[in-house]
């Protein structure tokens, strides 16, 4: 079993719909979640941050962490074409020789927003 | 530039050649990690640098890997008697100190061996 598992989709949806990503994790001492976007043929770019469980909003997008289920999302409000991407989430924790961007990747999840 | 440059951009190469990947990280990041992407999956973690110094290298897959950061600043990883599992794209990424905080990645180099 991995230690962090992502539907790899595809998932398409219209333009302005909500989107929902998810990931779960299997290791407790995961403390520090991330969400990157990927375009196609480029870099990761961290989109969202958060630290332990809870919420956080950052325009049209939210992140929320369960750490009692081991659970993460990303909700995308309002979803545009330019947001066809691949949504990647990641993790860490203090195990990993002190919390450092040394992350677990999820495998990705394509989302294609159809106009 | 003022992001993560990466060269080549794509390379080609047959089995059991050598392979030289270059990374030039954001002026003034500390920290330098390199990431392995294969097709359909997420980054894997292969090494990160902090200053000149390898400070975590067991992403590293076998002994035919092997990177250097000698000035605290570009860094290559080489890769000795390609095979071809090790194609996938190459990953550099730097952050400022190598506190958990926001990677910035490089475009990557995608290896094809042949």
């Known amino acids: 079993q991995k230690e962090v598992e992502q539907d790899p989709g595809p998932l398409s949806v219209p333009e302005g719909a909500i989107v929902s990503l998810n990931c779960t994790y299997s290791n407790s001492a995961f403390q520090y979640f991330m969400w990157y976007r990927q375009y196609s043929r480029k870099g990761p770019e961290l989109l969202m941050y958060?630290?332990?469980?809870g919420n956080k909003e950052d325009g049209r997008f939210t992140a929320q962490v369960d750490k009692s289920s081991k659970y993460i999302s990303l909700f995308i409000r309002d979803s545009q074409p330019s947001d066809s991407a691949t949504y990647l989430c990641a993790m860490s924790g203090w195990d990993y020789g002190g919390a450092t961007n040394k992350l677990i990747f999820g495998t990705g999840t394509l989302l294609a927003v159809q106009p | 530039g003022a992001g993560v440059s990466q060269t080549p951009s794509n390379k080609v190469t047959e089995k059991g050649k050598y392979v030289e990947l270059r990374c030039d990280p954001i002026?003034?990041?500390?920290?330098l990690y390199w990431y392995r992407q294969s097709l359909g999956q997420g980054p894997e973690f292969l090494i990160y640098?902090?200053?000149?110094?390898?400070?975590?290298d067991s992403g590293l897959p076998n002994d035919r890997f092997f990177a250097v950061r000698p000035e605290g600043s570009v860094s290559t990883l080489k890769i000795q008697r390609t095979e071809r599992g090790d194609s996938a794209v190459y990953l550099c990424?730097?952050?400022?100190?190598?506190?958990?905080?926001?990677?910035?990645f490089g475009e990557g180099s995608r290896l094809t061996v042949l």
């Open positions: 958060t630290y332990s469980s």
């Open positions: 640098f902090q200053g000149t110094g390898a400070a975590d």
């Open positions: 990424a730097s952050s400022l100190t190598s506190e958990i905080g926001e990677l910035f």
């Open positions: 002026s003034g990041h500390t920290a």
